[in-house]
């Protein structure tokens, strides 16, 4: 149930993204250029974001590749290129520069025919692929911070409720492609996965469960809207590791390790629970989640992660918006809590009415019997 709050919120967004979409179909004259897709031989995509959000984009690569034959480059910030690592359909990567007329430079070189603006939908990132003389761009998602979207070529309309790796696939659907069968991906190597095998031998774990509790920045709020109580994540360690006689491994960055080892003080099997906040990389990270049991999360990039592996997910939903971020994946092994009954969906990293609600209405039962469902 949303706040009122948050229903103004949305109500405000939503009004700014119809004017913003208004304004670019009356003064934007790029909607008048004929795209060619028989010229379209070198396409950059664009995204900005975090884990999943990249990730969630993977079902755009293969039908792009095959219905242009191009050659795909992806513009994203330094530090999430391990997430496209070996993916087939990415010939390059290029790190966004954030200096308007070095970032210019760079996109020049690339002679691209297409640019792809997944996020930010922003008049910053259309006007560089503009001046730097990309002929066709197409993108979507806006905000009132970004500034009007011109300089798009092709524009999605900006109110649909539907999943966010639906509206990606409608942001190439301007140009007539599509995929009927979207399907994030991450490919591991042998090398990777045979990585992973001797790090988890070296800390004496055959079968195990990942328990991921925290997120990005969960330790600057005070009242973090996606921290599930530790105590209700021990008692669910307790359990599994009793009955299914499994490790768990507790995963996060390196600052996340407050939060481990409160978990691991309140357990009652501590020698069965094994802290690696901060001790993977990612794609180390990506190995250890694809050969887990089971991975217990709260709405990050890792159920993301989870899906695209097919690994047993349970995420908890709090203050995510259920239709756009439900984990996308097979419904036999991916499962989410969310309770539409208290306040939820606000989306905002610190709970504003200080009491996070929307995950204490998640109980240690629910988890344990969704687990025992994912384990049978």
């Given at each position: 149930?949303?706040?009122?709050?948050?229903?103004?919120?949305?109500?405000?967004?939503?009004?700014?993204?119809?004017?913003?979409?208004?304004?670019?179909?009356?003064?934007?004259?790029?909607?008048?250029?004929?795209?060619?897709?028989?010229?379209?031989?070198?396409?950059?995509?664009?995204?900005?974001?975090?884990?999943?959000?990249?990730?969630?984009?993977?079902?755009?690569?293969?039908?792009?590749?095959?219905?242009?034959?191009?050659?795909?480059?992806?513009?994203?910030?330094?530090?999430?290129?391990?997430?496209?690592?070996?993916?087939?359909?990415?010939?390059?990567?290029?790190?966004?520069?954030?200096?308007?007329?070095?970032?210019?430079?760079?996109?020049?070189?690339?002679?691209?025919?297409?640019?792809?603006?997944?996020?930010?939908?922003?008049?910053?990132?259309?006007?560089?692929?503009?001046?730097?003389?990309?002929?066709?761009?197409?993108?979507?998602?806006?905000?009132?911070?970004r500034?009007p979207?011109?300089?798009?070529?092709?524009?999605?309309?900006?109110?649909?409720h539907?999943?966010?790796?639906?509206?990606?696939?409608?942001?190439?659907?301007?140009?007539?492609?599509?995929?009927?069968?979207?399907?994030?991906?991450?490919?591991?190597?042998?090398?990777?996965?045979?990585?992973?095998?001797?790090?988890?031998?070296k800390?004496?774990v055959?079968?195990?469960?990942?328990?991921?509790?925290?997120?990005?920045?969960?330790?600057?709020?005070?009242y973090?809207?996606?921290?599930w109580?530790?105590?209700?994540?021990?008692q669910?360690?307790?359990?599994?590791?009793e009955?299914?006689?499994?490790?768990?491994?507790?995963?996060?960055?390196?600052?996340?390790?407050?939060?481990?080892?409160?978990?691991?003080?309140?357990?009652?099997?501590?020698?069965e629970?094994?802290?690696?906040?901060?001790?993977?990389?990612?794609?180390?990270?990506?190995?250890?989640?694809?050969?887990?049991?089971?991975?217990?999360?709260?709405?990050?990039?890792?159920?993301?992660?989870?899906?695209?592996?097919?690994?047993?997910?349970i995420?908890?939903?709090?203050?995510?918006?259920?239709?756009?971020?439900?984990?996308?994946?097979?419904?036999?092994?991916?499962?989410?809590?969310?309770?539409?009954?208290v306040?939820?969906?606000?989306?905002?990293?610190?709970?504003?009415?200080?009491?996070?609600?929307?995950?204490?209405?998640?109980?240690?039962?629910?988890?344990?019997?969704?687990?025992?469902?994912?384990?049978?």
């Amino acid at each position: 149930m949303k706040s009122t709050a948050t229903l103004t919120r949305e109500l405000i967004k939503k009004s700014w993204l119809l004017f913003d979409y208004f304004l670019w179909l009356l003064f934007d004259l790029s909607k008048l250029r004929k795209i060619k897709k028989d010229k379209i031989r070198k396409v950059l995509i664009v995204h900005l974001g975090a884990i999943g959000e990249l990730l969630i984009t993977t079902p755009i690569l293969p039908v792009l590749k095959k219905e242009l034959n191009c050659e795909i480059t992806y513009m994203l910030n330094r530090g999430m290129e391990a997430i496209f690592e070996n993916n087939p359909y990415i010939s390059n990567i290029l790190i966004y520069n954030k200096d308007f007329k070095e970032n210019i430079s760079d996109l020049k070189k690339g002679n691209f025919d297409l640019a792809i603006i997944i996020s930010p939908g922003s008049i910053k990132l259309s006007l560089r692929c503009f001046l730097a003389g990309i002929k066709y761009r197409i993108g979507g998602f806006g905000g009132f911070k970004r500034g009007p979207s011109f300089f798009f070529t092709r524009k999605t309309f900006p109110i649909n409720h539907k999943h966010t790796i639906e509206k990606n696939l409608d942001i190439i659907r301007q140009i007539g492609i599509d995929n009927k069968n979207p399907k994030m991906e991450i490919y591991l190597s042998e090398q990777e996965k045979q990585k992973t095998k001797e790090i988890t031998s070296k800390l004496k774990v055959k079968d195990y469960i990942i328990v991921h509790p925290g997120f990005g920045s969960v330790m600057g709020n005070k009242y973090p809207s996606r921290l599930w109580p530790l105590e209700r994540y021990a008692q669910v360690i307790d359990y599994l590791i009793e009955k299914y006689n499994m490790n768990v491994i507790l995963t996060g960055n390196e600052e996340e390790t407050i939060i481990s080892e409160k978990i691991i003080r309140l357990t009652k099997n501590r020698k069965e629970v094994i802290d690696c906040c901060g001790k993977f990389t990612l794609r180390e990270f990506m190995a250890l989640i694809d050969s887990a049991k089971l991975v217990i999360e709260s709405s990050t990039g890792v159920v993301h992660i989870a899906c695209a592996l097919k690994t047993p997910v349970i995420d908890f939903i709090g203050r995510g918006d259920l239709s756009e971020w439900q984990p996308w994946g097979d419904k036999n092994k991916t499962k989410f809590l969310f309770h539409n009954e208290v306040c939820t969906s606000c989306n905002m990293a610190e709970c504003r009415k200080k009491t996070t609600e929307c995950l204490k209405a998640i109980t240690v039962n629910e988890v344990i019997n969704t687990a025992d469902e994912l384990l049978k």
